[in-house]
């Protein structure tokens, strides 16, 4: 059995890597990385920062067809809350063939930093089952929610007792996505413009560019004004 590691570098997925390493030694790991081509600038060394200090190499994976913005264009529209394109093909599907290329063992364990309190939908979802698109006569595939139970303040306070940082951006988010995402608030895209105006402006632009808005409020540039 081997444990596939979906790390972000956020806290959730600090936090997880944390717990795994401590809880299971002796297990065989991949940390894996998605780069969606929207990240927040100096993610991915970050993110090695984080996992060697677990003595772990960091995979980092990319789609072979895509990147956020070239989606973006070839849709002509951003994702949405019903079309989140940016998991689904830009993490999730990258992911999955890296392990299909990579993992041997006949039992994997595919290892996710979601948690039950961050939505509605988060936490209807099972701690553990068995990925049917990933298992096949070769290999069985589960999905594992490892912190699936923890409230937000434990993350924090399980972080802080045990001397892991958190990545600079929770300076001024709370939720460490993509430079901007669609599940921001105003005050998150306010607090965007002030610390990262570089990813407003390519929002605004690529808006124009489309001729269609990430949010439904409105262009970006009018509803952070």
């Given at each position: 059995?081997?444990?596939?590691?979906?790390?972000?570098?956020?806290?959730?997925?600090?936090?997880?890597?944390?717990?795994?390493?401590?809880?299971?030694?002796?297990?065989?790991?991949?940390?894996?990385?998605?780069?969606?081509?929207?990240?927040?600038?100096?993610?991915?060394?970050?993110?090695?920062d984080?996992?060697?200090?677990?003595?772990?190499?960091?995979?980092?994976?990319?789609?072979?067809?895509?990147?956020?913005?070239?989606?973006?264009?070839?849709?002509?529209?951003?994702?949405?809350?019903?079309?989140?394109?940016?998991?689904?093909?830009?993490?999730?599907?990258?992911?999955?063939?890296?392990?299909?290329?990579?993992?041997?063992?006949?039992?994997?364990?595919?290892?996710?930093?979601?948690?039950?309190?961050?939505?509605?939908?988060?936490?209807?979802q099972?701690?553990?089952?068995?990925?049917?698109?990933?298992?096949?006569?070769?290999?069985?595939?589960?999905?594992?929610?490892?912190?699936?139970?923890?409230?937000?303040?434990?993350?924090?306070?399980?972080?802080?007792?045990?001397?892991?940082?958190?990545?600079?951006?929770?300076?001024?988010?709370?939720?460490?996505s993509?430079?901007?995402?669609?599940?921001?608030?105003?005050?998150?895209?306010?607090?965007?413009?002030?610390?990262?105006?570089?990813?407003?402006?390519?929002?605004?632009?690529?808006?124009?560019?489309?001729?269609?808005?990430?949010?439904?409020?409105?262009?970006?540039?009018?509803?952070?004004?």
């Amino acid at each position: 059995m081997e444990l596939v590691i979906n790390f972000s570098g956020g806290k959730d997925s600090c936090a997880m890597l944390h717990y795994l390493c401590t809880r299971y030694p002796n297990h065989k790991k991949h940390v894996v990385f998605a780069d969606t081509g929207w990240e927040h600038k100096g993610t991915e060394q970050w993110c090695r920062d984080i996992v060697s200090r677990y003595g772990l190499e960091l995979h980092v994976v990319r789609s072979s067809t895509k990147d956020f913005f070239s989606m973006v264009r070839h849709r002509r529209m951003f994702p949405g809350m019903q079309t989140r394109q940016c998991t689904s093909d830009l993490k999730r599907g990258p992911i999955a063939k890296w392990i299909r290329n990579n993992v041997r063992s006949k039992v994997i364990i595919n290892c996710l930093g979601i948690r039950a309190d961050e939505s509605t939908s988060r936490a209807k979802q099972k701690r553990l089952v068995r990925n049917k698109t990933e298992t096949n006569g070769k290999r069985t595939v589960w999905n594992w929610l490892p912190i699936h139970d923890w409230p937000e303040q434990t993350v924090y306070e399980y972080l802080e007792s045990n001397g892991i940082p958190l990545h600079p951006v929770y300076s001024f988010l709370r939720r460490f996505s993509c430079r901007v995402c669609i599940y921001m608030t105003i005050q998150d895209l306010k607090q965007v413009k002030a610390n990262d105006p570089e990813a407003i402006r390519i929002i605004a632009e690529t808006e124009k560019e489309i001729g269609f808005t990430m949010f439904q409020s409105g262009n970006i540039e009018t509803i952070i004004t």
